[in-house]
């Protein structure tokens, strides 16, 4: 017999994307210029969603959805240190009321890994400066378009971009300096509480924080390397920066992709990027959440899957963990998936294929895959059905 699992009143159900990965024609921060020096794969024209959103989120409002995540290009609003475009910021007006036309909640990244050739060339996040910088960037997206939205989330995934840049040196500025990865991190945390304070000051409505990524790390007591990353991966990976920003996050933005076990093997299905598929685990990441007795969004979730065999079982079974963490005591308000289009994948280009929306990439043409759909009928009740073999 089939079990129905019910959301709370007023969960929101949504899809997320990121300004280079999905806008096209940004040629002025860093990636671009690594792509021009051919170190990564270039974005180009993207999903040209800079022209075609409005289309874009009728097709969200299609699907049942009541919230979209976006993020704003710190390289379109200030294209020179200190310089500022204020077509930029009508653009993203016109964003915001797209949204808001349209019955979807805004939830609004600041900044979202990539920099303006300006800021990168004098250091970027290892500048000493960089908190004054960012922050002043922030304040000057929100005084034009804080009245547009609620959900601010300033940095996405600090570690992430530290450790990819800094740790293990594939995305820019592709260094491998753990020194340098701990004043990024330090500084990215400095960056938030300031412009914290600063958005706070402004307009103290409006509901701020991050989007982190944690990853669930699991070992057999008797495995000593599991152990340590284990440990490792609870103190530093998950839980240093969110203890940094206590006292300035509204919400905590959860992003959930990797499992990694140590000490014993079991079969579990991959993504077509080699991720572990373990829906349970998305359960273990939220109530490690708990001790912050904040709302949480997961502000990202999602599968690489170009035939879409795996992405309606693989959101369904998500969801399923995310309820029992509800039920087990989680603030869990919202769901975001990675991502309402294929897109641009950082250092892997434009073969993984994420999207609810496959994108042909010659035509810029939308089709709606058949797992978005299931997707909709769960945004569209507020619940999940169980089949009877669960």
Known sequence: ???????????????????????????????????????????????????????????????????????????????????????????????????????????????????????????????????????????????????????????????????QGYFRGIWPPFSRNILKFKRVVDNLITSHNIAYKKIKGMKSDLQIGIAKNNIDFDSTRFNLVGQLVKFFGYFIWKHYFFKKIRSRQDFIGLNYYFHKHFGYKIYEEKSDMGSTIYSPAIHHVLTELKKYRKPVYITENGIADATDAKRAEFIKEHLRWVHRAIHDGVDVRGYFYWSLLDNFEWDKGFKPRFGLVEMNYETMGRNIRPSAYEYARICKTNSIILDSNF
């Open 1 to 163: 017999m089939a079990e129905e699992l019910k959301f709370p009143d007023g969960f929101l159900w949504g899809s997320a994307t990121a300004s280079y990965q999905v806008e096209g024609g940004i040629e002025n921060n860093d990636w671009a210029q690594a792509a021009r020096e051919g170190k990564v794969p270039a974005a180009g024209r993207a999903c040209d969603q800079y022209n075609r959103y409005r289309d874009d989120f009728d097709i969200a409002k299609s699907l049942g959805q009541n919230a979209h995540r976006f993020s704003i290009e710190w390289a379109r609003i200030e294209p020179e240190e200190g310089s500022f475009d204020e077509a930029a910021i009508e653009h993203y007006r016109g964003v915001l009321g797209a949204l808001r036309e349209r019955g979807l909640e805004p939830f609004v990244t600041l900044w979202h890994f990539t920099l303006p050739v300006w800021f990168a060339r004098i250091g970027g996040f290892e500048n000493k400066k960089a908190p004054f910088y960012f922050a002043r960037y922030c304040e000057y997206v929100v005084k034009g378009l804080g009245d547009s939205a609620r959900f601010w989330m300033t940095i996405n995934e600090p570690m992430i971009y530290a450790s």
